[in-house]
């Protein structure tokens, strides 16, 4: 075989971890029933709205989808409020990600910014364009220093990534202290807020800085059909940006990544209020179930405003992972986001979430 050189200078992170499957687990422990907390999807599953409306238009998909899906373009505007030309949709939030990287970030030059134990995507996007990534430490406990990110950048810096609520520590920032750190960045700096869990916030109002859109212009927030909407195989998310920016990224992008069965499923799911509202209702009461089963069984659990909640068990986390897998049940162990004693576990239906506790109470001998 012949060895090709490859630009291997970008590629030294480790790549992005996803969690395991159900038939992975199945098949390695002989298991019957396998149950998945840990990747944060929807606890309901597919929503049979969406499932209809695809089935719906089936005999659609050997046409080429509209680029930039301008349908769902519109239903996004219509139910949040901010203009179409602010709203770039995206396969999955993660393309967005990847498109700001490449648009906005100099090779060599520029920097970016987020903090300690987050979502891998950044970093890795930021090895990808060939720039700095500068990771600022967190206080204890693992609260979001936002005043830190600010004072960390400087001229060269072309975005701030602050998750909110944050995967794997469920903390949120207020839109006070996210209007503040837009206030004080560098003026060719962007404030990236990732949204991808904002629909778990209580009151929203409070979290959110889309509602005051037009009192920024270097504010993007990204969010996502793949966890409230349950369509995380579809790949489906969504950025909302200055529109000038967003007309650059327009034009730079690949033609057609947002495929068209994803555009109407989209699209029913944010019409489809029944199945949202019982998601939220669903995750809120298995947070608070959490909350305090938890700590009856030892752990050390955080507050968490997303649909999942980070804990630190009586025993080494990879311990406990791999016994529980053995009993069909898979979570997150934290390893990866550089939390070694952590656990990550999404929030299921009430039946999961009681196996789960259950599970954990035996591994732990609690
Ligand atoms: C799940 C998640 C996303 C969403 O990614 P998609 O590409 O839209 O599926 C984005 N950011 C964070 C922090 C996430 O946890």
Not at 298 to 317: D, I, L, R
Request: one cysteine or more; proline letters at 7%; glycine letters at 8%.
């Amino acid at each position: 075989m012949r060895e090709f050189s490859v630009r291997s200078e970008i590629l030294d992170f480790d790549p992005y971890t996803p969690g395991l499957t159900i038939e992975q687990i199945r098949e390695r422990y002989g298991l019957a029933n396998v149950i998945k907390l840990a990747s944060n999807e929807n606890p309901l599953g597919a929503s049979p709205v969406v499932q209809k409306v695809m089935a719906k238009n089936l005999d659609r998909i050997f046409r080429y989808p509209e680029n930039n899906t301008p349908k769902l373009v519109t239903e996004i505007s219509k139910h949040i409020g901010v203009p179409r030309e602010s709203i770039l949709v995206g396969n999955g939030s993660d393309e967005i990600i990847d498109m700001l990287f490449r648009m906005k970030a100099r090779p060599g030059v520029s920097n970016v910014i987020g903090y300690e134990h987050s979502f891998a995507m950044y970093r890795m996007c930021a090895k990808l364009a060939g720039v700095e990534y500068r990771e600022v430490k967190r206080g204890d406990p693992f609260e979001l220093p936002l005043d830190k990110l600010a004072k960390a950048a400087d001229e060269n810096t072309a975005m701030v990534f602050v998750t909110s609520p944050d995967n794997p520590t469920g903390q949120a920032a207020s839109v006070e202290d996210l209007s503040v750190l837009a206030g004080v960045l560098p003026k060719d700096c962007l404030l990236v807020v990732d949204e991808a869990y904002i629909d778990f916030v209580w009151p929203p109002e409070s979290y959110t800085p889309v509602q005051a859109y037009d009192k920024f212009d270097n504010l993007v927030v990204l969010r996502t059909f793949s966890k409230a909407y349950g369509l995380a195989g579809l790949r489906v998310g969504y950025g909302i940006l200055p529109p000038k920016l967003l007309g650059y990224l327009k034009n730079a992008r690949i033609p057609f990544t947002v495929n068209l069965l994803a555009e109407e499923a989209a699209i029913a799911a944010l019409n489809d209020d029944a199945f949202y509202n019982e998601t939220l209702q669903v995750v809120m009461s298995g947070r608070e179930y959490f909350m305090e089963a938890l700590p009856k069984i030892g752990c050390k659990v955080y507050p968490s405003q997303a649909n999942f909640v980070m804990f630190e068990p009586t025993k080494p986390a990879q311990t406990v992972f791999k016994s529980l897998l053995k009993k069909g049940i898979i979570v997150r162990p934290l390893g990866s986001f550089g939390l070694g004693k952590m656990i990550r576990v999404t929030i299921g239906t009430e039946a999961e979430n009681k196996q789960f506790i259950k599970a954990l109470g035996e591994v732990l001998g609690a």
